[in-house]
């Protein structure tokens, strides 16, 4: 496969499937609607949904491809914490002030992530203690966000304002959920073949450039509600993306596609996403993410891309 080629295949996948997210948690929203339930709880389980972010770890797991699956877990989240919210933060100052629980899960979740890089290759038990933590966390954030508007995302506020008839939404899922699993087999095909032709570093590959080009669209999700005035979105966006990086989607790969686990991902990516994951952590408690923290935010992640090639 020519350069070209693999880089189209790269771009055109990560594109391909933020695309087909859009029109899946369109349709999700709308069963919701359909089948009655709360829209408080399906912004709770939804407003980080990250299904293109899935796809692609697993497809990259299922390939033997390591560092791209664990990659967008641990590059995934890094880029949300330090460049999505400092980038957003560092242009419209975010100011919430969220329940201490929600903050002691956000805070919490990265280091439960560690139980996946326990061994040379993720086990499946840590595959399941995942999950089932991820399914408690849902069950939380739904239960506590009950008569609060933390987690409802932009996307499913603008979904909820169209009514759908059940065919139209049961078309949309299923259109979303085939398209989400090509764009994820296109980025972790081009993403193999870059490396190859390029000399690109595997672990750069999947801990930088690959959860970078399938997550750029989290800095508009953190930016936009903020600069509208909509603070509670950007923040519950947050928490919501985070648990589904650290404990669903590393949960699926190290159930469903067990990979290897590189030395550098145990002593560099997880604690520094833990690290990461604390000051903002630390910012929030006070009620405030603003210029400053975003800067520091985003020197952080400068740091971590200096690092990874300082250490390659």
Known sequence: MSLIIALLFFIGGAILAVFATERLLEGLVSLAQVLRFSAFA????LSGLEAENIAVGLAAGGRGAAPVALGTVFGGAIFL???????????????VHLPRGFLALFAASPVLSGLAL?????PRWAGVILLVAFVGAMIYLIR??????????????????KQRPLWKAVALTIFGLVVIGIGGELVATGAEQLIAALGVPAL??????????IELEEVARQAIPSKRGRHDVSAGNLIGTLLYFVLCNLGFIALLTPV??????????????ILVTWIAT????????????????LL???IYVLLHVLLR
């Open 42 to 45: 399906v912004g709770a389980v």
């Open 81 to 95: 914490v330090c460049v999505a919210l400092g980038l957003a933060a560092l242009l419209f100052p975010l100011e």
């Open 118 to 122: 326990l061994g040379p290759v993720t």
């Open 144 to 161: 506590a966000s009950r008569h609060q508007q933390f987690l409802l995302s932009k996307e499913v506020a603008e979904s909820q304002e």
């Open 204 to 213: 750069f590959m999947g801990m930088i450039v690959t959860p970078a080009a």
């Open 260 to 273: 290897r686990v590189d030395p550098l991902v145990v002593h560099l990516d997880w604690p520094l996403l």
């Open 282 to 297: 630390a910012f929030l408690w006070r009620g405030r993410v603003g210029r400053m923290a975003g800067g520091l935010l």
């Open 300 to 302: 952080c992640y400068v």
